[in-house]
């Protein structure tokens, strides 16, 4: 009988293994334009003749963004431009030519914008607090006005899923409202639209594409080592949540659309003051917690029937 030697069988697993590995990759990309693509229709992100201005900062997400944009521009129905934009903040040992080289390998024109905002932020942030507050406001001014020197019609950031959901609950927990990150939106000096096309795609999916396309990522050295943001901690608790109760938090996204106004309380967005009874079945009822979808039958009626 002849037997196989460890190393035989070792070989042997490779090419099904690899197979395996190609599957899984291609049902992951097909998953992340699928999503990016129903992001950009459902919110009618991307029209005809657009220039997008992507932001690229150097980590997963941006560099997922760019590499998915760059592939369904391809295959869109309607022409529109691609600019990758990078904010070098003269954070300490930043690789500058990592991000040139990248881009250019990709073919896409870009521009790298020179800003030494961490000077500014180390010197007005005191020591031991969090510093992406002051850090986001300065990034936003500038990338707002470099969109407008480049033409750009469209600002293109790397938020995804659970950054919309953080959001949510961030501003829930320590800010009292509800108040989330929107996929679309005009920017806050009236003057650009601003796009999150990763709106619905799930943060464990960037973290595997990235290591797919071996993208060259960079540290943020200014803000990344604050294991104490409370950004952070509540990621964590939605990756224990997600881990203990799967599908958790697509709930909660899908949540963020399908609002019942009429069953919150914010008096300035449902006239809760002058609500009298209409005489006539409402589907937004008070139904808080039935799971019909249709009106209810009467309390009384609903007795009677029972009881026979």
């Known amino acids: 009988m002849m037997t196989m030697t460890n190393t ?4 042997d697993a490779l090419p099904s293994a690899a197979r395996r590995s190609a599957f899984e990759a291609n049902k992951l990309a097909k998953r992340l334009h699928r999503q990016v693509g129903q992001a950009i229709r459902d919110f009618n992100m991307i029209g005809a003749g657009d220039k997008v201005m992507v932001c690229v900062s150097g980590g997963k997400d941006s560099f997922a963004l760019l590499d998915i944009l760059l592939s369904l521009r391809q295959r869109a129905p309607v022409p ?10 003269k954070q300490p040992g930043f690789p500058e030519h990592v991000l040139p080289q990248y881009l250019a390998s990709r073919g896409v024109p870009f521009h790298i914008e020179q800003q030494d905002t961490y000077s500014i932020v180390k010197r007005l942030v005191p020591e031991g607090q969090t510093m992406c507050s002051l850090c986001s406001r300065l990034r936003r001014g500038i990338l707002y006005r470099v969109a407008g020197e480049l033409g750009a019609t469209r600002i293109a950031l790397g938020h995804h899923r659970d950054d919309m959901v953080t959001t949510l609950l961030m501003n829930m927990f320590f800010g009292a409202r509800m108040k989330g990150m929107p996929p679309k939106l005009v920017s806050d000096d009236g003057r650009h639209v ?25 540290p943020c050295s200014l803000c990344g080592s604050q294991e104490n943001l409370q950004r952070v901690q509540i990621r964590r608790m939605l990756r224990e949540w997600d881990r203990i109760q799967p599908g958790r938090v697509d709930n909660m996204f899908a949540a963020m659309g399908r609002i019942t106004l009429s069953h919150l309380m914010d008096r300035n967005l ?7 009874p209409q005489g006539r079945c ?6 808080a917690f039935d799971d019909d979808g249709d009106c ?11 009881r026979g």
């Open 194 to 218: 601003v796009i999150r096309p990763l709106a619905y795609v799930a943060e464990t999916d960037l973290e595997r594409w990235a290591e797919h396309r071996h993208f060259p990522i960079i």
């Open 80 to 89: 529109f431009e691609l600019v990758a934009v990078n904010l070098d903040q």
């Open 8 to 11: 035989e069988l070792a070989d």
């Open 282 to 287: 409402d589907p937004d009822g008070d139904k």
């Open 270 to 276: 449902y006239p809760f003051t002058t609500l009298e």
């Open 296 to 306: 209810a039958a009467p309390v009384e009626q609903t007795i009677r029937v029972e």
